[in-house]
């Protein structure tokens, strides 16, 4: 079956602009997660929402940054006013199960480039 | 808080060969360890993870990982590589209590040579 699908694959943003972020889980997946991988790095998780409620927004570096899942189904993860230090791939995963402690299932991610 | 150390930033062995990949861990409770492994191009897929049970978890695609609890270890291990096993390989875990997030290693590159 379909997979995770993120869109679009690549973004190049001008410093100062905002983007959105689109992750299209895998259908009945209840939870869903948003991870962002520097140049190098592991990913580091940002937020995670259980349907269309948002759990966990620990990760979220900043205001500017902002996810909405409002259906439960399409998630999108929004940054605003965009800065060099967002240059980074931004995945996202889903799970049939909740919570932390089940495998997810990982788009191919969105290469973000600020500059 | 949670932590997980992936010593070796690039693995080499030849196909056939044996090999390891190493993770070492800290977290508060019972860990829940889980590897990943990403290909170029694609997203993260699951290869394995230990909950609790046997300390020797066998996973997808002929890997296996053994959990070491006095070590704080949970090291990948394959008994014969092949060249397409190559690729970036990421160790994850999660503490107690259960809405923690993973947390993530930085990744070992594995490079099987024919």
């Known amino acids: 079956g379909a997979g995770v699908s993120q869109s679009p694959r690549y973004k190049v943003a001008k410093r100062g602009q905002d983007v959105a972020l689109r992750c299209d889980p895998i259908?009945?997946?209840?939870?869903l997660f948003w991870y962002q991988q520097a140049l190098g790095q592991g990913p580091e998780f940002l937020t995670y929402?259980?349907?269309?409620?948002?759990?966990?927004k620990s990760g979220l570096p900043s205001d500017r940054f902002f996810a909405e899942r409002p259906e439960g189904s399409v998630s999108t993860l929004k940054i605003q006013r965009t800065q060099q230090e967002d240059s980074a791939v931004y995945l996202c995963?889903?799970?049939?199960?909740?919570?932390?402690?089940?495998?997810?299932?990982f788009g191919p991610g969105t290469r973000l480039t600020v500059t | 808080a949670q932590s997980v150390a992936q010593p070796e930033d690039q693995v080499n062995v030849a196909e056939g060969n044996p090999l390891t990949v190493k993770c070492t861990y800290s977290?508060?409770?019972?860990?829940?360890l889980f590897w990943y492994v990403q290909y170029p191009n694609r997203g993260l897929q699951f290869l394995l993870k230990?909950?609790?049970?046997?300390?020797l978890v066998k996973g997808s695609y002929g890997f296996e990982a053994e959990f070491n609890k006095s070590q704080t270890s949970f090291h990948l291990k394959k008994p014969s590589a092949l060249v397409s096993d190559s690729a970036l390989y990421f160790c994850?875990?999660?503490?107690?209590?259960?809405?923690?997030?993973?947390?993530f290693g930085k990744g070992t590159r594995l490079s099987v040579i024919a």
């Open positions: 977290v508060s409770g019972n860990p829940y």
């Open positions: 259908s009945g997946h209840v939870s």
């Open positions: 995963a889903s799970s049939s199960r909740t919570g932390f402690s089940y495998e997810q299932y």
């Open positions: 230990y909950i609790t049970g046997d300390n």
């Open positions: 994850a875990v999660r503490g107690e209590p259960g809405n923690t997030p993973l947390v």
């Open positions: 929402f259980q349907n269309e409620a948002q759990l966990d």
